[in-house]
């Protein structure tokens, strides 16, 4: 199986703040990675889809960049309503696998 | 607009199995995926499985072989789970999502990712 490592595992930062979030795969998956923001209570969300296009009706403060093996999230300016969990997702072949997560909470 | 809706909540003995649903609107039944994804109190996102609704073909994770079993109803255009032999340790919040990408003979399910998701059923394993 693809191993997917997300770092950090968690991480505090203040509105405004300009934030990355990696993602790490092995082997190579070309570009077959997907980025989703997962509140309590709620279904994740999809936030950015082969590696760096933006689904339509994120924020352009999202972005999604990388590939191969090294990808990253990044949330340019912080916004109260972004503080969740979130995910990268692996679908090279047909046996996906998800990050283990990285909690992003309040400063 | 594309719906997923699932069934409600569900309690069940270990040993026992569960079944869960997802219905389906919106769209072509049998052009696109359907996955399923589960989250465990306290842990991340873990992928379970995949149906091709149009033909019924399925693939699931490793660890869910033998123990999942994923079907469709195309004439109520309905996706469901089974998980059996439950243990303490399926309790979870368990997800269907769709891939927005119809399905294509070339490339089957690699490449796609989840949108939308239906909004999740609590599944409950206690004796």
């Known amino acids: 199986d693809i191993q997917m490592t997300q770092s950090p595992s968690s991480l505090s930062a203040s509105v405004g703040d300009r934030v990355t979030i990696t993602c790490r795969a092995s082997?190579?998956?070309?570009?077959?990675l997907n980025w989703y923001q997962h509140k309590p209570g709620k279904a994740p969300k999809l936030l950015i889809y082969?590696?760096?296009s933006l689904q339509s009706g994120v924020p352009s403060r999202f972005s999604g960049s990388g590939s191969g093996t090294d990808f990253t999230l990044t949330i340019s300016s912080l916004q109260p309503e972004d503080f969740a969990t979130y995910y990268c997702?692996?679908?090279?072949?047909?046996?996906?696998?998800f990050g283990q997560g990285t909690k992003l909470e309040i400063k | 607009q594309v719906q997923l809706v699932q069934s409600g909540a569900e309690v069940r003995k270990p040993g026992a199995s569960v079944r869960v649903s997802c219905k389906t609107s919106?769209?072509?039944?049998?052009?696109?995926?359907v996955h399923w994804v589960r989250q465990a109190p306290g842990q991340g996102l873990e992928w379970m499985g995949v149906i091709n609704p149009g033909d019924g073909g399925t693939t699931y994770a490793q660890k869910f072989r033998g123990s999942v079993t994923v079907t469709r109803d195309t004439s109520t255009s309905t996706v469901y789970m089974e998980l059996s032999s439950l243990r303490s340790e399926d309790t979870a919040v368990y997800y269907c999502?769709?891939?927005?990408?119809?399905?294509?003979?070339?490339?089957?399910?690699?490449?796609?990712?989840?949108?939308?998701w239906g909004q999740g059923t609590l599944v409950t394993v206690s004796s």
């Open positions: 999502a769709r891939d927005p990408r119809p399905y294509d003979f070339w490339s089957g399910s690699q490449g796609g990712w989840f949108d939308p």
């Open positions: 919106g769209y072509s039944f049998t052009s696109y995926y």
């Open positions: 082997p190579s998956i070309s570009r077959y």
């Open positions: 997702q692996q679908s090279y072949g047909t046996l996906y696998t």
């Open positions: 082969a590696a760096s």
